[in-house]
């Protein structure tokens, strides 16, 4: 694939793009200048601005197609745009916000039967039907909103694509440990980040919600199996089984979960979660870096840079 993340640093770009996010700042000498991340179809990169104007504020907002010049080069481990020339590109000039959009590598319908058929598969019935209620009541946000703002799965269709390769992890586990519980795992699996589509504001562009920063997905998602409950006349256990594997799959209180897991399910959907964000975020920082070098550094992990084998092409 080509794009913006394939250019190797000392390069000059002179690209369409599209800004996914802008961030004003001031340096230690007073100046305004306005960090902008710009996005195609292979990823994004940051740059900078310097002595921005109110002018350039207004024009280079999010959802702006710009044509850019500029230098690659590293800074503290990162790839960042030099930038020598940008303008804000009008929408009549033959290009639109999805030309320059990452999406799922499968497409929304293959996703969703693939969903459809886990559910099937569910033996419990108040399992099922809670679940198969809470995915029917989001399903078109669901399947098109990306799963965080960064570090994994940030592309269109991300949640659902997250959820997709965490279900057949599961199926493989489950075969390998017949002592869990399919029906908990699958259902944990779909509504673990199903809160995300209120926390997130949509697909491009995203940020948190009001809900999202005061509340956050997890909590959401709690009330909202207690609601689909509630309407569906269901009082059993399985209720509450289904709120701690949600509550609990970030796995410990420094990661953000206010119950640590406490059921077998639990435990291991918080490392079926975690294997595939980090499959997701080396995946992608891997496929754009030569073998025989070592890739950026990656701040979710531990802000380490991973050495791609020579015998790796």
Do not use: C
């Amino acid at each position: 694939m080509s794009g913006i993340t394939t250019y190797a640093v000392g390069e000059t770009i002179d690209l369409h793009l599209l800004i996914k996010q802008m961030t004003k700042g001031t340096t230690n000498t007073g100046k305004p200048f306005l960090t902008i991340i710009l996005q195609d179809k292979s990823g994004d990169i940051e740059a900078k601005l310097w002595d921005a104007s109110d002018q350039d504020e207004k024009a280079y907002q999010p959802e702006t197609i710009v044509k850019v010049v500029g230098d690659i080069h590293n800074y503290r481990g990162k790839n960042q745009l030099k930038i020598k020339q940008i303008r804000p590109v009008s929408p009549g000039d033959g290009f639109s916000i999805a030309d320059f959009l990452e999406t799922a590598p499968v497409s929304i319908d293959e996703m969703s039967s693939k969903i459809t058929q886990y559910i099937f598969e569910m033996r419990n019935p108040n399992i099922q039907r809670i679940t198969r209620h809470l995915i029917k009541k989001y399903q078109k946000d669901f399947l098109e909103y990306p799963a965080a703002t960064k570090n994994h799965h940030e592309f269109v269709s991300g949640l659902a694509y997250h959820v997709v390769s965490m279900l057949d992890l599961s199926k493989a586990i489950a075969g390998l440990y017949p002592t869990l519980d399919s029906d908990l795992l699958y259902a944990g699996v779909i509504l673990h980040d199903l809160g995300k589509v209120i926390e997130l504001s949509g697909p491009t562009s995203t940020t948190y919600t009001i809900e999202g920063n005061l509340i956050g997905h997890i909590s959401i998602m709690v009330n909202e199996i207690g609601k689909a409950a509630d309407e569906l006349g269901i009082e059993r256990e399985e209720v509450m089984i289904l709120q701690h594997l949600v509550l609990s799959h970030h796995g410990k209180a420094e990661w953000g979960s206010p119950k640590p897991p406490l059921i077998r399910e639990a435990e291991i959907l918080h490392y079926i979660d975690n294997v595939d964000a980090k499959m997701n975020m080396l995946d992608r920082v891997l496929s754009r870096t030569k073998p025989g070098e070592y890739t950026e550094r990656v701040f979710a992990l531990d802000n380490r840079s991973f050495y791609k084998p020579t015998f790796h092409e």
